[in-house]
Structures are given as C-alpha cells and as structure tokens.
Nanobody, 117 residues
C-alpha cells in the first residue's frame, strides 16, 4: 500500500504561481511514474504532468511552458511548479503514483486550485 499526502493548493490571481507537493509513504520501494491530474467542475480528470523513474516528462499542451514537474526520490515526493496561472487552470489537482511490483496506481485525496481573473 502507498499513501499520498498532497499540499500546496489554494486561491491565486491570474498570473500568479503555486507549488504543489505530494509525499508518498508506505510500500514505496517500486515507484515508477509520478504525476498530477486535474479535474475541473463537470469535467473528467485529465493528465497535467507526469514524470517517470528515468525522468521522462509528459505535459498537457495547455500547461507546456508554464508548469514544471519534478521529483525527489530521496523524499519520495513529486512537485508541480505552476507559473503564469490562468482561470482555466482551476480545478482539483490529484497526485498519482504508479508502482511496478505489483503494478498498481494510487491517488491522493486532491487539492483545490482556484485561479481568479
């Protein structure tokens, strides 16, 4: 089992910045990819950014150049630096961790990000 604790959400004006953190604990010896997903009101949960164990990166087109994902393996933590925030970035951000042995996917409880115009 893996437990995820997210932090860093909040209310910010357009153009501002926030940094999300997600710390993993528990059976964390086989973590592969770590990522962030966003769910806006009335919409599905979509990938925002993802980083694999060998540091390959994936970003949603809408956040390229504004968001940066990183991970600290010593702390089992993944970060999402969000700059130049826009109102359309508003939503609940969920941390996701995928393990290899066994192949499982874990979700955090979600943290609200609200960007005002």
């Amino acid at each position: 089992q893996v437990q995820l604790v997210e932090s860093g959400g909040g209310l910010v004006q357009a153009g501002g910045s926030l940094r999300l953190s997600c710390a993993a604990s528990g059976s964390i010896f086989s973590i592969n990819a770590m990522g962030w997903y966003r769910q806006a009101p009335g919409k599905q949960r979509d990938l925002v950014a993802r980083i694999t164990s060998d540091y390959r990166l994936n970003y949603a087109d809408s956040v390229k150049g504004r968001f940066a994902i990183s991970r600290d393996n010593a702390k089992n933590t993944v970060y999402l630096q969000m700059d130049s925030l826009k109102p359309e970035d508003t939503g609940v951000y969920y941390c996701n961790v995928q393990t290899t042995v066994p192949q499982l996917s874990y979700w955090g409880q979600g943290t609200q990000v609200t960007v005002s115009s």
